[in-house]
């Protein structure tokens, strides 16, 4: 009696497995999310990664007018790594196998409009020396966030984007995969029974 393998032969198996594993990377791409609570003029803002570890990523906030960071670091964030640019309005986290970072400041409106996140997975090799701008993601509200009520609420604004080009190597694969399926279905001369 035959089993799968025989049929499928391996050949086609080895292919099979070699473009499953080529869509492993895609399901390990990290995301950010980002939470802010207001309360009384303060707002914190929470990052949350969602990843594999071991991971490192690079999280730069800009600011916008309005909003102001404590004199005192300690009073800004408890993040083990992270670095205050008041004059450019910038606040950087290095976030390391580390659910979570946040920061806290005060200022006017809801903790979403007008601020820009990027952030970047310090982990992604890239074939490029050059590279440096290309590897940022931009997470952050869009300009139609309607404005915040008064009181302590919260907000979410998720990222959930993926590493580039995954998107192509999981429709060749679909391709492959087809393809494999129908020339498996012609050498055993039909429906397989």
Same mark, same amino acid.
């Given at each position: 009696m035959k089993t799968l393998m025989h049929r499928i032969g391996p050949i086609s198996a080895a292919l099979l497995v070699f473009l499953a594993c080529c869509t492993l990377p895609a399901a390990a791409a990290p995301a950010i999310h980002r939470e802010v609570t207001l309360s009384d003029g303060a707002a914190t803002i929470t990052y949350t990664v969602d990843a594999e570890q071991p991971f490192a990523l690079g999280i730069v906030e800009s600011v916008p007018? !309005?909003?102001?960071? /404590? +004199? @005192?670091?300690?009073a800004v964030s408890t993040a083990p790594h992270f670095e205050i640019d $008041? @004059?450019? $309005? *910038?606040?950087? &986290? &290095?976030?390391?196998?580390?659910? *979570?970072a946040s920061y806290t400041l005060t200022g006017t409106g809801d903790g979403v409009e007008g601020f820009v996140t990027e952030w970047v997975d310090l982990c992604e090799l890239s074939? +490029?020396?050059k590279e440096a701008r290309e590897r940022w993601r931009v997470l952050g509200a869009s300009p139609d966030t309607p404005p915040a009520s008064s009181g302590s609420h919260r907000q979410r604004a998720a990222s959930a984007?993926? @590493?580039? !080009? &995954? !998107?192509? /190597?999981?429709?060749?694969? !679909?391709?492959m995969v087809g393809a494999c399926a129908v020339a498996l279905r012609h050498r055993t001369g039909g429906d397989g029974a």
């Open positions: 007018e !309005g909003w102001v960071f /404590s +004199d @005192t670091e300690s $008041r @004059t450019a $309005r *910038k606040i950087a &986290f &290095f976030v390391c196998n580390e659910e *979570k074939p +490029d020396p984007q993926e @590493t580039p !080009g &995954f !998107g192509i /190597s999981a429709a060749l694969s !679909g391709c």
